[in-house]
């Protein structure tokens, strides 16, 4: 037990202090506004206000955690023995920053209720973050000023028990598009014939005619590839299933053709599905609402995980709305052009709602890179993205949490010659994250 003293206990302030004290070292909380009965405690204690007190641990509060509007931050930056802090503190304060309203800046995603520059998508990327701008971005910062807050705690009050999250692997999939050929329709068959011919695409024609007579399997169909190596390692998978009306960037067969939904079904026998809400879905409920019932009347089940097609976040709404479809955990949580942490921690935390001022139930589950950012933005070769995807998995290692890599189906098919080399990247990191 430690015992938490401010002058005001805000929504934010207890939010902030349980995601470090509680979920991040495993240390119970007892909040106070009391001067008298803090000085007088004889518990392990932190003094969280503006002056030092006679006794305790006295981190000096900035203003954040008191504040009730959303406005552009004003902080110094730096680094402390070699790691990276922000909201830095006077000389009075016993650490040399604000770990709470560091804390709470980076989870509730502060910076994104800012206006920024959006990329082509209308969403928030890398390069406007402040973890990126101080080259910090495949740091889990959170999880690093846990551990200084755990350091000092020790000095103050040695033999302090704590208990830090554990590591554990989850292997992600998205299936934006299940299949390469099968099941597009007369049209889109047709259209993808005429595209061949006149590119002199004969491979193409050549691959495309022997799966739709049946010679060969449509090489998006991935998953008993997955399944094996599922059995093998002994690993769980989450499918995040596209599963929507076909519209420009959401490219999967319809959510109303038979051969889509037999094959989530089969994936539903031996892993979980979540949804994957559509580009379309993202500035409309309705039609969110729409793809989770369907989806959620063919698996006959209920589902409780997501990942945004796209990875298109925008706060709040989009976490609202995942509220408002009951599901409890989505997946996020990174960036599409760049690797590393988005909200610069590598373990789960639960969703803050800046403008309503609230803790909600919906955990958010970080993830570090997709194979995608590697492929198609940093166009790195297989084994560039591997000793780096290597580098993410000591840091999991090291700080424990949820080690959730992205991944999609059709890049093991190795259809496409920038997917060449991806199933052995992909098996590595099987091997390496569940040795």
């Not at 739709?212 to 499918?239: A, C, H, K, N």
Request: glycine share 6%; proline share 5%; net charge negative.
């Amino acid at each position: 037990m430690i015992l938490f003293y401010a002058e005001k206990i805000t929504p934010r302030l207890r939010y902030s202090a349980k995601i470090l004290l509680n979920d991040l070292l495993g240390l119970k909380i007892s909040f106070t506004t009391d001067k008298d009965d803090y000085l007088h405690a004889t518990l392990p204690k932190i003094n969280y206000s503006k002056n030092p007190l006679q006794s305790g641990l006295y981190v000096q509060a900035a203003n954040l955690l008191f504040e009730s509007d959303i406005f552009q931050q004003e902080f110094q930056t730096g680094e402390w023995e070699g790691k990276p802090i922000i909201y830095t503190s006077g000389k009075q304060s016993q650490l040399p920053f604000d770990p709470f309203a560091a804390t709470f800046f980076m989870l509730s995603r502060y910076e994104e209720y800012i206006p920024f520059i959006a990329d082509e998508h209308n969403r928030f990327p890398a390069r406007e973050s402040l973890l990126y701008r101080m080259g910090k971005l495949h740091v889990p910062v959170v999880n690093i000023w846990a551990e200084i807050l755990s350091e000092k705690l020790l000095e103050f009050y040695p033999g302090t028990a704590f208990n830090k999250p554990v590591y554990r692997f989850l292997n992600t999939i998205d299936i934006d598009n299940a299949y390469a050929y099968l099941g597009k329709g007369v049209m889109r068959t047709a259209g993808g014939f005429f595209k061949d011919i006149f590119s002199f695409n004969f491979r193409e024609l050549i691959a495309r005619s022997k799966v739709l007579m049946g010679i060969e399997s449509d090489p998006f169909e991935t998953f008993d590839y997955v399944l094996q190596l599922q059995e093998r390692y002994g690993f769980e998978t989450i499918y995040f299933a596209l599963f929507s009306r076909t519209a420009q960037y959401d490219r999967n067969l319809s959510m109303y053709s038979p051969r889509l939904q037999r094959y989530i079904k089969g994936i539903n026998d031996f892993c979980t599905v979540g949804i994957h809400p559509s580009y379309q879905s993202n500035s409309n409920l309705s039609v969110g609402e729409e793809e989770l019932h369907r989806l959620e009347q063919v698996l006959n089940i209920d589902i409780i995980h997501s990942r945004q097609h796209f990875i298109k976040l925008k706060f709040p709404e989009t976490y609202r709305n995942l509220i408002d479809l009951e599901i409890e955990h989505d997946y996020s949580m990174g960036f599409a052009a760049e690797s590393g942490f988005r909200a610069g921690t590598c373990t789960p935390f639960r969703f803050y709602d800046l403008e309503l001022e609230i803790e909600t139930n919906l955990v958010v589950h970080p993830f570090p890179f997709m194979d995608g950012t590697y492929i198609y933005y940093k166009k790195m070769t297989p084994g560039e993205a591997l000793a780096e995807m290597l580098e993410y998995l000591k840091t999991y290692r090291r700080y424990g949490g949820a080690f959730i890599p992205v991944w999609h189906n059709r890049i093991f098919s190795e259809k496409e010659a920038e997917w060449q080399g991806w199933k052995e990247v992909y098996e590595e990191i099987i091997k390496q994250a569940t040795a």
